[in-house]
């Protein structure tokens, strides 16, 4: 079974930074592609961002390439979101993913975490 905890989201500026963190099990952080949907309210579910360290791909969704960065840490096993100079249009709330494959599509990832709340003020 896998197992993702999220944590980190908060109220911020535009223009701030937050860092969100998604706490896995050691299973899935070794072996699985992990990233970051994000659901804003009367919206479809979004991709964020997606990595597989064991190949070595990341990929970004265009409205965060050079603002978020995704990354983790292999001795608390968990992966990171990191976001810089934040815009209203982030607002969301954000998911952490885990599955086997690589892919930007929501529908791919069997495992999502409980959500965490990302405001944004303008």
């Known amino acids: 079974q896998v197992q993702l905890v999220e944590s980190g989201g908060g109220l911020v500026q535009a223009g701030g930074s937050l860092r969100l963190s998604c706490a896995a099990s050691r299973r899935t952080f070794n072996s699985y592609a992990m990233g970051w949907f994000r659901q804003a309210p009367g919206k479809e579910r979004e991709f964020v961002a997606a990595t597989k360290w064991s190949v070595g791909n990341t990929y970004y969704a265009d409205s965060v390439k050079g603002r978020f960065t995704i990354s983790r840490d292999n001795a608390r096993n968990t992966v990171y979101l990191q976001m810089n100079s934040l815009k209203p249009e982030d607002t969301a709330v954000y998911y952490c993913?885990?599955?086997?494959?690589?892919?930007?599509?929501?529908?791919?990832?069997?495992?999502w975490g409980q959500g965490t709340q990302v405001t944004v003020s303008s």
């Open positions: 993913v885990a599955d086997l494959d690589l892919t930007v599509v929501p529908e791919r990832y069997a495992y």
